[in-house]
């Protein structure tokens, strides 16, 4: 069977956007079909609102599961942003693409593979 983190890359390499790939890996977990998990996500590519589109589109998902578990959003939100710091330094879209000639800290597939890897994490420690 696939992994999330697998099948969220491959949508990537499938001309999906960061923050599609990754919602769209999960959508089944959050009662989103593909397709409506593909236009939620829409908004948040390319760092639409500064932050990488992977991560908001994680954000989603992990809304979501706090909602429905009564947990404290805000702290799973914190949580997840400083693992993905932890391996990338940053959130912010344009610095992890160096934009501005800065480096490229990470392309657009490894910030989707460690969001998608973060987010697998955190699902199965809610669990």
Same mark, same amino acid.
């Given at each position: 069977m696939e992994s999330r983190v697998? +099948? #969220? !890359?491959?949508?990537?390499?499938?001309?999906?956007?960061?923050?599609? &790939?990754?919602?769209c890996a999960f959508c089944d977990l959050v009662g989103k079909t593909e397709e409506q998990a593909r236009q939620e996500a829409a908004p948040y590519s390319g760092g639409a609102e500064i932050k990488c589109g992977?991560?908001?589109?994680?954000?989603?998902?992990?809304?979501? +599961? #706090? !909602?429905?578990?009564?947990?404290?959003?805000?702290?799973?939100?914190? &949580?997840?942003e400083n693992r993905f710091k932890?391996?990338?330094?940053t959130v912010v879209c344009q610095e992890l693409?160096?934009?501005?000639?800065?480096?490229?800290?990470r392309t657009?597939?490894?910030?989707?593979?460690d969001a998608s890897e973060i987010l697998e994490q955190?699902?199965?420690?809610?669990?």
């Open positions: 697998e +099948k #969220a !890359k491959k949508l990537h390499a499938s001309r999906y956007s960061c923050s599609q &790939a990754v919602y992977a991560v908001l589109a994680a954000h989603l998902v992990l809304s979501a +599961k #706090a !909602k429905e578990r009564g947990l404290n959003e805000e702290a799973l939100m914190e &949580a997840l932890d391996k990338n330094t693409r160096g934009a501005k000639g800065q480096p490229r800290l657009c597939r490894g910030c989707v593979e955190m699902l199965m420690e809610l669990a």
